[in-house]
């Protein structure tokens, strides 16, 4: 079994400002990790994801991920805030190699962007 | 447009009636997923086919509740007597099942169901 916790469902910094998103993970097996992107009234966006290999992932639009096993730890960060990156963010988890691919997300965590 | 395609995008219905949602998946996606999302809260998994094989229901999908993908393309998803607790946001995913793993999963934009 898979689960998530983001840790502040509200995160606001100043334009940019460094941007981090924290999520941990629970998984019973290796698990492969995701951060998806939502805007107002629209679908999930995938911004990166982790499978295997390197622990640094690079995403869409600036923003990067590490995961760390011993922490079961995948922030979300970036290095500058744009206005334009306000939205609602999820990290999810699913069980990795041949599974089917179940997404078990968190509860998202609100960006605020201020000029 | 090719991606994931939802319809329709709003319904707003009495407490007691039927609703049916359509999902079209990217043409050549093989796995398809509905997912449910209520205000504040992550998606929530509810279902997933593999073609026109339904291969897992969560326990979140009562009696109530029944998706099917007859040809293994679109999909529809009917709630049957809703209830004021079914509104919220119904999330269609679809993706390509690689050999040895998964594929990404894009997402539909949704269907908001309002149950009055």
């Known amino acids: 079994a898979q689960s998530v916790t983001q840790l502040g469902s509200h995160v606001s910094v100043s334009e940019g400002a460094l941007v981090l998103l924290r999520c941990n993970y629970s998984s019973s097996v290796p698990p492969y990790l995701f951060w998806y992107v939502q805007y107002p009234n629209q679908g999930l966006q995938l911004l990166l994801k982790?499978?295997?290999?390197?622990?640094l992932v690079k995403g869409i639009n600036g923003f990067e991920a590490e995961f760390k096993k011993s922490e079961t730890s995948f922030h979300l960060t970036k290095p500058s805030a744009h206005m334009s990156d306000a939205a609602e963010y999820f990290c999810a988890v699913s069980a990795g190699g041949t599974s089917y691919g179940k997404l078990t997300f968190g509860q998202g965590t609100i960006l605020t962007v201020h000029p | 447009d090719t991606g994931v395609s939802q319809n329709p995008r709003h319904k707003i219905t009495k407490r007691g009636q039927n609703v049916t949602f359509r999902c079209d998946p990217i043409?050549?996606?093989?796995?398809l997923y509905w997912y449910r999302q209520t205000l504040g809260q992550g998606p929530e998994f509810l279902t997933y086919f593999q073609n026109e094989a339904q291969l897992e229901k969560s326990r979140l999908l009562s009696d109530r509740f029944s998706a099917e993908r007859p040809k293994g393309s679109f999909s529809t998803l009917e709630i049957q007597r809703t209830e004021q607790g079914d509104s919220a946001m119904y999330l269609c995913?679809?993706?390509?099942?690689?050999?040895?793993?998964?594929?990404?999963?894009?997402f539909g934009p949704g269907t908001r169901l309002t149950v009055l």
């Open positions: 043409s050549e996606h093989n796995r």
């Open positions: 995913a679809s993706s390509l099942r690689l050999a040895g793993g998964q594929g990404e999963q894009f």
């Open positions: 982790y499978t295997t290999g390197a622990t």
